[in-house]
């Protein structure tokens, strides 16, 4: 069983466009996070949640929301996709703020 | 200037030689990170030390929480340990993690 899955594995769409990714885990994990990684390959965060509440949101367009429906689930909107949105987009999951992370196999997002 | 530091950025060795990559950060931490992600891309997480040092197989890594700096070594180095290695640490004043820019390495059989 995949421990942290992320859907879909590849997205390219249009400039303007609405989509979301999606992000579970099964590890019984109460923190979840969104990284964002560029074509540099330099991770970095934009939002961290802890029990479905948001803990972290780093300086993040107002189009990108993180939905947090459960423990279990963090989902990623971005809406009016640009050019500058495509990179890969990793989500991670841990129990508490301290441990290890477990990350899910990446989205890499092509916007065109 | 970022708060976490790798060196080398690229790396690369034969099979068989010992490798070390270095990782610096100007931060108080709670604990260091270090991961793997292969050309795929997927992340593996390999270390998360907070003192002194851990081995798993032929890996080791170590901290030095004084001079602020860590360490990963690769015993005798395989071509599947190629792929890029990240140091993250996360600070002491919340939970997030600050990744440095990662190696590069490259182990040719």
């Known amino acids: 069983d995949t421990a942290v899955s992320q859907t879909p594995k590849y997205l390219v769409t249009q400039m303007g466009n609405d989509k979301s990714i999606k992000c579970e885990q099964n590890?019984?994990?109460?923190?979840m996070y969104w990284y964002k990684q560029d074509s540099k390959k330099f991770l970095k965060i934009m939002f961290s949640?802890?029990?479905?509440?948001?803990?972290i949101n780093e300086t993040v367009p107002n189009r990108f929301s993180p939905k947090s429906p459960d423990k279990a689930h963090l989902n990623l909107h971005i809406n009016s996709l640009e050019l500058g949105d495509s990179a890969v987009y990793f989500c991670?999951?841990?129990?508490?703020?301290?441990?290890?992370?477990?990350f899910g196999q990446g989205t890499r997002l092509t916007v065109v | 200037k970022n708060e976490v530091e790798q060196s080398p950025q690229n790396l690369t060795a034969q099979e068989g030689e010992f490798i070390t990559i270095n990782c610096s950060y100007s931060?108080?931490?709670?604990?260091l990170h270090w991961l793997q992600q292969h050309p795929g891309g997927g992340i593996v997480s390999l270390f998360m030390?907070?003192?002194g040092k851990k081995k798993h197989g032929r890996l080791i890594a170590t901290i030095n929480i004084q001079e602020k700096h860590s360490s990963l070594h690769i015993t005798a180095s395989h071509p599947r340990d190629s792929a890029v290695y990240i140091c993250?640490?996360?600070?002491?004043?919340?939970?997030?993690?600050?990744f440095g820019e990662g190696t590069q390495l490259t182990v040719n059989p």
């Open positions: 931060v108080g931490i709670s604990a």
């Open positions: 590890l019984g994990h109460d923190t």
């Open positions: 030390l907070s003192s």
């Open positions: 993250a640490v996360r600070s002491t004043s919340g939970s997030r993690l600050t």
């Open positions: 949640y802890n029990n479905k509440e948001l803990i």
């Open positions: 991670a999951s841990s129990l508490g703020g301290n441990t290890e992370a477990f």
